[in-house]
């Protein structure tokens, strides 16, 4: 079946560590972004991808990073620059560009500083 | 002002009710215009997609379009338990999509 993959689903860092955050989709969409998602708020693009290297920033991208070698993978570092990453992270995909048609998503993954 | 505004709820409604939720969205531009539910813990789920002015029905869910007045609504006929969920109205721009804070919807039996 298609879809989008994220894993982990739990994730547990420490002060002063990054972390990476897999998202994998197999539905062949050219563009990918990632979300993040607070208590009681709306999702905000962290960064988004619409072709293999290159990928262009969001509303709050200081203090992470992400990758596009594959068409298939657009992975998301946290990294210690991040000073509140506890959330939710959703990653999406969509077919073209833009979202025009919606957005598929994968099942998320909790990021917790312990 | 937001991008994409929506009233967060709670909303309450019996079972068998018509619930009715509502978006504003302040880019004229926008085409293409999205409902997600959320169940608590989970992640988005596409449920309607509308692109022109009026209603567009999908079973129980209908969403309403009005582009001159930057509206879109979503109504829930016949309510069920089942459909207690957080809705995000979803609006695309150019390049990604912009997401309301979400109406939080409980459906009482």
């Known amino acids: 079946d298609g879809g989008i993959t994220q894993s982990p689903k739990y994730l547990f860092r420490k002060e002063g560590q990054n972390v990476t955050l897999s998202c994998e989709q197999n539905?062949?969409?050219?563009?990918m972004y990632w979300y993040r998602q607070d208590p009681g708020q709306g999702l905000r693009l962290i960064y988004y991808s619409q072709i293999v290297n290159d990928f262009q920033k969001g509303d709050i991208a200081e203090g992470y990073s992400v990758s596009r070698e594959k068409k298939e993978s657009f992975p998301l570092t946290v990294t210690s620059a991040q000073k509140n990453p506890t959330a939710f992270y959703l990653c999406a995909s969509s077919v073209g560009t833009g979202g025009q048609y919606g957005y598929t998503f994968g099942s998320g993954t909790r990021l917790t500083v312990v | 002002q937001k991008e994409v505004e929506q009233n967060s709820g709670p909303l309450s409604v019996p079972e068998g009710a018509i619930a009715s939720l509502n978006c504003t969205y302040s880019d004229r531009g926008s085409q293409s215009f999205f409902w997600y539910r959320q169940y608590s813990g989970k992640s988005p789920e596409l449920i309607m997609s509308?692109?022109?002015?009026g209603d567009k029905e999908d079973g129980r869910f209908t969403a309403q379009l009005n582009k001159a007045s930057q509206y879109v609504s979503l109504l829930i006929r016949d309510s069920q338990p089942s459909d207690s969920a957080t809705y995000l109205c979803?609006?695309?721009?150019?390049?990604?999509?912009?997401f309301g804070a979400g109406t939080r919807l409980t459906v009482k039996p």
């Open positions: 509308i692109y022109s002015n």
């Open positions: 539905l062949n969409h050219d563009a």
């Open positions: 979803a609006v695309n721009r150019l390049r990604d999509m912009r």
